[in-house]
C-alpha cells in the first residue's frame, strides 16, 4: 500500500506542476512534508520527510548529474521502502507526465501559436518564478534554523553560510563554473572547515 502511495504522490506532483524538475520542488516538498505513514514499531504516524531532510535530498540531488525532481522523490522513496519505494517514486515522476508528452506531441503543432495558451504563459510563468522562491525561502529557513519570516535572525550566527550563499550566486551568474563543481568545491570545503 506504501508503494502505491508513493506512485500516487509523485504521480500528483508531476502532474500540477509547471515548469520543469526545479519548479516542482515547491509542491513536491510540501507533498513530502504533509504525508505521513506508520513505520514498523511506532505509535503514531510520522512524516515522510522532514524539512531538513528534504533540503538534503535537494542539495544531494543537484550534486549529481540528470533531472533533480526524480532524484529527490527517489531519496524519499528509498527512505520509505527501500528499492521499490525509490523505483515507485522515481516511476511516479516521470511517466504521467511522459505519457502525457508523448499525447501532446500529437497536437502540439496546432497549439502552439494559439493566443490562448500564450496568454495561459504569460501568468503560469511568474507563478512558476514564485514557486522557485518559495522554496528557496523554505529552504532557507531550515538551513539558517530560523522561524517562518525570522529574517533578521539570518545575520545572528549565520554569516558563514550568508558568505557560502553570496559566493554560490556570484559564481553562477558571472561564471560558466558547472553548479556540480561548485557543489563539489563546496562539499570538500565543508569536509574541511566544519568536521
Same mark, same amino acid.
Given at each position: 500500500?506504501?508503494?502505491?502511495?508513493?506512485?500516487?504522490?509523485?504521480?500528483?506532483?508531476?502532474?500540477?506542476?509547471?515548469?520543469?524538475?526545479?519548479?516542482?520542488?515547491?509542491?513536491?516538498?510540501?507533498?513530502?512534508?504533509?504525508?505521513?505513514?506508520?513505520?514498523?514499531?511506532?505509535?503514531?504516524?510520522?512524516?515522510?520527510?522532514?524539512?531538513?531532510?528534504?533540503?538534503?535530498?535537494?542539495?544531494?540531488?543537484?550534486?549529481?548529474?540528470?533531472?533533480?525532481?526524480?532524484?529527490?522523490?527517489?531519496?524519499?522513496?528509498?527512505?520509505?521502502?527501500?528499492?521499490?519505494?525509490?523505483?515507485?517514486?522515481?516511476?511516479?515522476?516521470?511517466?504521467?507526465?511522459?505519457?502525457?508528452?508523448?499525447?501532446?506531441?500529437?497536437?502540439?503543432?496546432?497549439?502552439?501559436?494559439?493566443?490562448?495558451?500564450?496568454?495561459?504563459?504569460?501568468?503560469?510563468?511568474?507563478?512558476?518564478?514564485?514557486?522557485?522562491?518559495?522554496?528557496?525561502?523554505?529552504?532557507?529557513?531550515?538551513?539558517?534554523?530560523?522561524?517562518?519570516?525570522?529574517?533578521?535572525?539570518?545575520?545572528?550566527?549565520?554569516?558563514?553560510?550568508?558568505?557560502?550563499?553570496?559566493?554560490?550566486?556570484?559564481?553562477?551568474?558571472?561564471?560558466?563554473?558547472?553548479?556540480?563543481?561548485?557543489?563539489? +568545491? +563546496?562539499?570538500?570545503?565543508?569536509?574541511?572547515?566544519?568536521?
Amino acid at each position: 500500500m506504501l508503494i502505491w502511495q508513493i506512485f500516487l504522490v509523485y504521480s500528483r506532483v508531476s502532474l500540477f506542476s509547471w515548469g520543469g524538475g526545479p519548479a516542482s520542488l515547491a509542491l513536491m516538498q510540501r507533498e513530502s512534508t504533509a504525508a505521513t505513514w506508520l513505520p514498523r514499531g511506532a505509535s503514531a504516524p510520522v512524516p515522510w520527510v522532514t524539512p531538513a531532510e528534504f533540503a538534503d535530498a535537494v542539495a544531494v540531488g543537484n550534486a549529481l548529474p540528470g533531472p533533480i525532481a526524480p532524484q529527490v522523490s527517489a531519496y524519499v522513496g528509498y527512505k520509505l521502502a527501500g528499492m521499490p519505494g525509490a523505483v515507485a517514486a522515481v516511476a511516479g515522476t516521470i511517466l504521467p507526465t511522459t505519457l502525457l508528452m508523448l499525447l501532446m506531441i500529437v497536437f502540439f503543432f496546432e497549439v502552439k501559436d494559439s493566443d490562448l495558451v500564450k496568454a495561459m504563459l504569460k501568468v503560469v510563468r511568474p507563478i512558476v518564478v514564485g514557486l522557485l522562491l518559495w522554496t528557496a525561502y523554505d529552504m532557507a529557513v531550515t538551513v539558517f534554523g530560523l522561524n517562518k519570516l525570522g529574517l533578521g535572525e539570518v545575520f545572528n550566527g549565520c554569516w558563514d553560510k550568508l558568505l557560502i550563499v553570496a559566493v554560490a550566486f556570484a559564481l553562477l551568474t558571472f561564471s560558466k563554473i558547472n553548479p556540480a563543481f561548485i557543489i563539489l +568545491g +563546496g562539499a570538500m570545503l565543508g569536509g574541511v572547515l566544519y568536521r
